[in-house]
C-alpha cells in the first residue's frame, strides 16, 4: 500500500467515525456519500474530503466563519456545539474570578443563513445547561441588534450566527464580551487578543461531543420588544432640534439580508417616510439569488438599487450588507450627472463632519469631550476634522473590534464601510444608525440647496482633498503572502509617485499607539500615503493609497481631482513593480 493509500483509508475512516457521531443527519448523509465516491476513485469527492478534514477550524478575532459542510474544517453543528461548550467555560470561568456567586448572562442571536437558527438554538440549549442565563433573539434580526442586546441586557458575553457579507454556502459564529470579561470602553464589543486565544484553548479542551450537554429548555426567548427597543434608540439618534429637514427621496437594499424591516422602521420612526425597498432583494434569501457576492462594495451589487433609484428620482441610495452591519452610500455626481456608489472614506468624512456639527451646534461654548477614530488603513481627513473642531483623535489597527474599544468614543469609523455613530448604544459598527445620520445629512444638504458631494468638496477646500484606492492582490499560495512581505522588508520602496519616502514604519513592531499587526506603511515628501498588510479574512494582499492635494478655491476643484487621480496612478504603479507584479 502506497503512502497516498493510507492517506485515503485514514480519511475515510476519520470521515464515516464523524458521520457515525453527526448529530445533523443532512450534513451526515452527504459526507458518506462523499465517501462513497472518494473510495471509488472520485477525484473532486476527495479533494473535498481532504479540505473538510485538513486540521480543525480555528477560532480567532473574527470567531469562526468558513463554509457549511461537514467535517471539522467546516462549519456545522459539531464544529458549533464544542464552540458554545469553549465558550461556555470560558464565561463562567471569567465571571467566577470577577464577581464570585453571579450567575453569568449571554445573549445569543442570528441572521437568516442556512442553519443559522439551528446554530443559535444549539447555543442557547449548550449555555442554559452549563448555568448560564441565556437569552435567545425572537427572529432573525442584524447584528448590531445583537451588539445592542449585549449592553442593554447587561450581558457576559454575546453570540451572532452570521457570515455577514460572505458568499451564500458560509456562515459564522462571532462573539462579543460585555461586563465582567472587559472594560467599560470593551463592553459590547467583538473579542480580541488575548480572549481569542483563551476562547480557542476552552474550545480545545471540550471532551467527546457526547460529553456536551444541552438543556430541553431553561433559555429566555426575547420578546419583539427588543428589536422595538432598538429602533426607538436609533430613531432618537437625530437631531430634530438641529437638524429639522427630512425631505429626503430613499431607495434602500438590504441584499436580501435580515437589515430591511428594521432599517425601514428605524428611518420611517426617525421622520424619513419616503423610503422605497428594492423589491428584488427586499426579503431575506439565504441564496442571494440576485447578486453574484452580497457586498455593497462588490462590482454590480447595487445595480437593481441604482436602478430603482433613476426610476424613481430618488435623492439618495441606502444599502445594507446582510446582517446590516455596513452602510452604503450612492447619489448623483454632480460633476458627471452620473450615479455612484461613494468610498468609505468619504462616508466616513461627511458623517465625522455632520457629527461634530451635531455636537458644536448641541454644545454652546463647553469644553469639546470625546474622541474620533478611524482604523490606520482609513484616510487621514477625519483627524483633520476632529482637529479643527477640538476633538481628540486616534488611530487603530484594522477592524471594529479595536475600534470601538477606543476610550471616550464619540465616533468611529473603517473605510470598508463600517460606521459606529452611537457607541454607548452599539459598541460596534452599525448599518441602521448609520443610515440614519446619514439620511439627516443628506437632508440638511439638500434643503440647503446642495449635495452631500457639495458637503465633501467643503471638507476639501478646509482640509485638503483627499483621495484614496486600494489594490487586492489574491493569492492561491498563502505563502506567497510572506513572500511578497519579505520581499518589501529586504527591499523597501525609496519612492512612490516620484515623492520620496520620508517614514517607513514596520507595523509589525508595535509601537506605544498600535500593538504588532502584520504590515508595513510608508509616507512620502508630499504626504502620499501607502500601506501594505495581508488580509486578516481572505488570502489577499491589500494595498492602501491615499494622497492630499492642496486645493483654494471650488474653482480650483476639478483640476485637483485630476491631479489626485494621476498621484494615485503613478502610487499604484510604483507599488506594483515594488511587489514584482
Known amino acids: 500500500m502506497t503512502s497516498s493509500d493510507a492517506a485515503l483509508n485514514q480519511l475515510l475512516t476519520d470521515a464515516r467515525e464523524w458521520a457515525s457521531h453527526d448529530p445533523d443527519p443532512t450534513t451526515s448523509a452527504a459526507l458518506l456519500e462523499l465517501t462513497d465516491l472518494a473510495s471509488g476513485g472520485d477525484a473532486g469527492a476527495v479533494q473535498e474530503l481532504g479540505d473538510s478534514f485538513n486540521g480543525t477550524l480555528q477560532f480567532g478575532t473574527a470567531g469562526l466563519r468558513a463554509a457549511l459542510g461537514p467535517g471539522p474544517n467546516r462549519m456545522n453543528r459539531v464544529v458549533v456545539r464544542r464552540a458554545a461548550a469553549g465558550l461556555a467555560a470560558f464565561l463562567t470561568e471569567v465571571v467566577a474570578a ?63 450566527v452570521t457570515a455577514s457579507h460572505n458568499p451564500p454556502q458560509d456562515n459564522g459564529y462571532k462573539v462579543y464580551l460585555g461586563r465582567h470579561a472587559v472594560t467599560e470602553s470593551g463592553r459590547g464589543s467583538q473579542i480580541v487578543a488575548p480572549y481569542d486565544a483563551q476562547i480557542a484553548e476552552k474550545i480545545e479542551a471540550v471532551g467527546t461531543l457526547e460529553s456536551i450537554e444541552l438543556a430541553a ?121 452620473d450615479w455612484r456608489m461613494l468610498r468609505g472614506d468619504e462616508v466616513g468624512a461627511l458623517l465625522g463632519a455632520h457629527i461634530v456639527a451635531r455636537m458644536t451646534a448641541g454644545a454652546g461654548e463647553e469644553p469639546r469631550a470625546g474622541v474620533f477614530a478611524n482604523s490606520i488603513v482609513s484616510s487621514r481627513l477625519l483627524s483633520r476634522i476632529a482637529a479643527a473642531a477640538g476633538y481628540s483623535h486616534e488611530e487603530t489597527l484594522t477592524g471594529f473590534k479595536w475600534i470601538s474599544r477606543v476610550p471616550g468614543l464619540t465616533y468611529g469609523y473603517e473605510e470598508a464601510l463600517g460606521y459606529c455613530v452611537a457607541p454607548d448604544l452599539v459598541r460596534d459598527k452599525d448599518g441602521i444608525s448609520a443610515a440614519v445620520l446619514i439620511a439627516e445629512l443628506a437632508a440638511t444638504a439638500k434643503a440647503d440647496g446642495k449635495t452631500i458631494f457639495d458637503t465633501l468638496d467643503e471638507l476639501y477646500l478646509v482640509h485638503g482633498l483627499h483621495a484614496s484606492d486600494q489594490l487586492s492582490i489574491r493569492v492561491a499560495d ?41 504590515g508595513l506603511l510608508y509616507l512620502t515628501r508630499d504626504q502620499s500615503r501607502v500601506i501594505i498588510r495581508p488580509s486578516g479574512t481572505e488570502p489577499k494582499l491589500k494595498c492602501y493609497l491615499e494622497v492630499i492635494q492642496a486645493v483654494e478655491s471650488a474653482a480650483e476643484l476639478p483640476a485637483a481631482r485630476q491631479a489626485a487621480r494621476t498621484s494615485l496612478d503613478d502610487v499604484l504603479g510604483d507599488v506594483r513593480e515594488a511587489l514584482g507584479l
Open 478 to 518: 498563502l505563502g506567497l503572502l510572506d513572500a511578497m512581505m519579505n520581499r518589501l522588508r529586504v527591499n523597501p520602496p525609496e519612492a512612490f509617485g516620484g515623492s520620496g519616502v520620508e517614514v517607513f514604519t514596520d507595523l509589525a513592531e508595535g509601537s506605544e499607539a498600535l500593538p504588532p499587526t502584520d
Open 217 to 337: 429548555a431553561g433559555w429566555t426567548v426575547l420578546p419583539g420588544s427588543i428589536a422595538a427597543d432598538y429602533q426607538a434608540a436609533m430613531a432618537g439618534l437625530v437631531d430634530a432640534e438641529h437638524f429639522p429637514a427630512r425631505d429626503l427621496k430613499i431607495v434602500l437594499t438590504p441584499m436580501h439580508g435580515v437589515g430591511g424591516e428594521t432599517a425601514v422602521s428605524v428611518l420611517n420612526a426617525a421622520g424619513f417616510t419616503d423610503v422605497t425597498l428594492v423589491a428584488e432583494q427586499a426579503e431575506p434569501d439565504p441564496d442571494f439569488p440576485t447578486v453574484a457576492f452580497p457586498n455593497p462594495e462588490e462590482p454590480g451589487a447595487l445595480d437593481l438599487a441604482l436602478a430603482a433609484a433613476a426610476d424613481l428620482d430618488a435623492d439618495i441610495v441606502l444599502a445594507n450588507d446582510p446582517d446590516a452591519d455596513r452602510a452604503a452610500v450612492a447619489a448623483v455626481d454632480p460633476a458627471t450627472g
Open 98 to 160: 470577577a464577581a464570585p456567586g453571579t450567575r453569568p448572562r449571554a445573549v445569543v442571536g442570528f441572521d437568516a443563513r442556512y442553519n443559522s437558527d439551528i446554530f443559535a438554538e444549539e447555543t442557547a440549549a449548550i449555555f442554559t445547561a452549563a448555568g448560564i442565563e441565556t437569552f435567545l433573539m425572537p427572529a432573525a434580526l442584524p447584528t448590531p441588534l445583537l451588539a445592542y442586546a449585549v449592553r442593554a441586557l447587561d450581558c457576559d458575553g454575546g453570540v451572532m
